[in-house]
Each structure stands twice: as structure tokens, then as C-alpha cells.
């Protein structure tokens, strides 16, 4: 399937706005995003692109700058792993996350507790996004705090696996569930499990938030829209342990 590249140059730039344009744009059909010097890139199947629906979400936000391209499907995955820049988070105790082509960028990797070699493909979820970024960071003071260690996890909309990957890395009861909708995303969470050597330890599934069972999790992680994370809150709340479990959140913005 061919698909199409939107290159937005967001100026004046703020994290606040490129979180509101993946919001936006992923509302819209857009599947997978990065985010590199104050620009993010988009990708659609050409089949869905529109650039009137494009338009009108970028001239509500004031964006003018922006580029396009068309990529062959044998070439998708190439392009992508291509512009993954390695993220790394508090160097000597957080986490390094690269593609499976790009060790070599960083010349020296700092000594980090955790390394992810993550193949972002189609799914949401390398770090980049300030969304992803600000959970890999929760993920990381929370367990600094002994919030991981033995707890059950559910990773909701997993994406990559990113966040399910590093629970589990963390010490998280076996098995981490790891839940998507989107039967890509669930091939990807279990391709990047493999890749890190815990695919025992991450039952991958698909299906959506009707899964949650009460009472159940010491832990679920949402980096979802906004819409459902709305609409699903009972659920999530339900789906905790008695007594209290943590409930971690991403994808809520405001507006002035």
C-alpha cells in the first residue's frame, strides 16, 4: 500500500502544538508519526489522504509550512527507520531506545538502566512524540519509587510496545498485557518484544478497553486520544486493583 509523508514545520514551536496536531491528524486516519527540529512527519495510506481535511486542521492551528511525498510500500519501513533518531532519557539510570539499523548514530551510548531496540514500522510509539516521551519518564520515577516491581500492567493502545516493553523490563508481574485494536500494532508489539527478548513475558492481544477486567491491574498505561481515554475513565478506574492502583495517562490537551 502506497502512503504518503506530510512534512509539518511548526513555528513558533511548542510541544503543546505538535501534541495537538498528532491528536488531530491521527483523528483523521494519519498512523504514524516522528518528530524531529521542530517539525513532525505524518504518515496516511494515499488512498486516505485528503489534502482539503489536511488543510483545514493546519490553518486552525496557523501552520503554513508544509511538504509532501509519496512512498512506495516496500520502501514505508525503510523510510521511517531512516529518520529514527535514538532517544535517550536520564543517562545512568532511565532508558535508550533505537531502531534496529541505527546503533551506530550515537557514537558512545551513556550507561542507562534499560535499552530498547524498538522497529517503529506503522505503529505509534518510539519516544519522540512528547506524549510517549512524558510516559517513558512517569514510567521511570514511578519505579524509582518501587511502583513497577511485581505490580500487573496493562499497556492500552500499545503501539510498539514501547511502554509494555519497559514495564516489563522493570521487573512488572509476568505477564504484561499489552492491548491494541489495530492488528498492526499487535504484529509490531510482539515483532519488538522478540527483538528484546521478552516476548514470554508480554501477552500481546488484540481487542480494546472492553478486555479490562475488574479489579485486575496495579497499573494501566493509556497513551491514547483524548476521546477515549474520556469515554473509557470508568472502565479504567474499574480495572484497578481494590484498594488503589495507578492509572497513567497521555493525550489530553488544552486550550486557552
Known amino acids: ?20 496536531l498528532v491528536a488531530e491528524l491521527a483523528g483523521i486516519g494519519y498512523e504514524g508519526f516522528l518528530s524531529e527540529d521542530h517539525s513532525i512527519t505524518a504518515y496516511i495510506p494515499a488512498a486516505s489522504f485528503r489534502e482539503f481535511h489536511l488543510r483545514i486542521i493546519l490553518d486552525t492551528y496557523g501552520v503554513t509550512k508544509y511538504s509532501r511525498k509519496y512512498i512506495p510500500e516496500k520502501n514505508w519501513n525503510a ?6 533518531n535514538p532517544v535517550i532519557l536520564e543517562a545512568g539510570k532511565g532508558c535508550s531506545i533505537r531502531t534496529t539499523g541505527n546503533g551506530s548514530m550515537v557514537p558512545v551510548w551513556p550507561p542507562v538502566a534499560y535499552r530498547l531496540v524498538i522497529k517503529p514500522e506503522l ?3 518510539t519516544g519522540h512524540h512528547p506524549t510517549t516521551f512524558m510516559m517513558l519518564e512517569s514510567l521511570l520515577h514511578m519505579e524509582q519509587q518501587g511502583l513497577i516491581k511485581n505490580r500487573k500492567v496493562l499497556d492500552l493502545g500499545t503501539g510498539t510496545g514501547i511502554l509494555a516493553i519497559l514495564a516489563s523490563k522493570m521487573g512488572a508481574a509476568v505477564p504484561v498485557h499489552a492491548l491494541d485494536n489495530d492488528r498492526h500494532c499487535v504484529h509490531s508489539c510482539r515483532d519488538n518484544a522478540r527483538r528484546n527478548r521478552i516476548a514470554h513475558k508480554v501477552n ?3 481487542g480494546d478497553a472492553s478486555f479490562i477486567q475488574s479489579g485486575r491491574y ?9 476521546n477515549i481515554l474520556i469515554s473509557e475513565m470508568d472502565t479504567f478506574a474499574r480495572g484497578l486493583e481494590p484498594g488503589g492502583g495507578d492509572l497513567l495517562l497521555s493525550g489530553f490537551f488544552t486550550t486557552a
Open 204 to 206: 500481546v492481544l488484540h
Open 1 to 20: 500500500m502506497e502512503h504518503v509523508a506530510i512534512t509539518i514545520t511548526i513555528g513558533p514551536y511548542s510541544p503543546e502544538t505538535e501534541e495537538i
Open 79 to 84: 523510510d521511517l527507520e531512516l529518520r529514527f
Open 218 to 226: 496495579g497499573l494501566i498505561m493509556a497513551n491514547i486520544h483524548r
Open 123 to 125: 505503529s505509534f510509539g
